[in-house]
């Protein structure tokens, strides 16, 4: 819809943050939004999906869990190296034993190998490394989940095309408007069954 051709490049995480945060790549797709990344990115208007942050064990495993961390900090949490797990995981994790992984699939490898009792996880991103591993049926996603966060679309401020943000703005807005976007995600959207 904006007339742009555009290049996608999977990276890994960290570096994926830190090409935009130069102005080596023009957006990231998917980071939620704080304010220590509001220095380097501008987001748009409007999130393209929501998604839940969850707290995932090996099948079976008795772990006790309410939907807040503190129930699990004697736990041995695995966490993604450069993901952002919010403020309250931000107060939490000087009392929090810690192992961490590069990726998410090395994080579930290392959740199934007992290198750690429970990973921090967005649901959509454990469910697509899951079904890429086949351990659909060897974790559990225990819930409540921790909370729901919002995926965004967010610019490089290095690159400062405003022209491109604002076409893209312009071009989420009228698919969220004709509801095209939630058509979208829900067929993009992973479910555990």
Do not use: C
Request: hydrophobic share 40%.
């Amino acid at each position: 819809q904006t007339g742009d051709s555009i290049e996608v490049l999977f990276l890994p995480w960290g570096r994926a943050v830190q090409m935009v945060k130069i102005g080596l790549a023009d957006a990231l797709v998917g980071p939620y939004m704080t304010e220590s990344r509001k220095e380097f990115l501008v987001y748009t208007d409007i999130p393209f999906r929501n998604d839940d942050m969850i707290v995932i064990t090996k099948a079976g495993k008795q772990i006790p869990w309410n939907g807040k961390l503190p129930s699990i900090i004697d736990r041995t949490t695995i966490a993604i190296r450069h993901w952002d797990y919010g403020d309250e995981f931000d107060t939490q994790k000087e009392r929090m034993t810690i192992n961490t992984a590069n990726d998410l699939s090395q994080g579930l490898r290392m959740l199934l190998a007992d290198r750690g009792e429970v990973l921090l996880a967005n649901a959509q991103s454990a469910l697509y490394e899951m079904k890429k591993l086949s351990s659909m049926d060897d974790v559990s996603f225990l819930t409540p989940p921790i909370g729901t966060v919002r995926n965004y679309v967010a610019f490089s401020k290095a690159k400062a095309d405003h022209g491109l943000q604002d076409r893209f703005n312009a071009a989420l807005l009228n698919l969220q408007n004709s509801g095209r976007l939630s058509e979208i995600v829900s067929r993009h959207t992973l479910s555990k069954n």
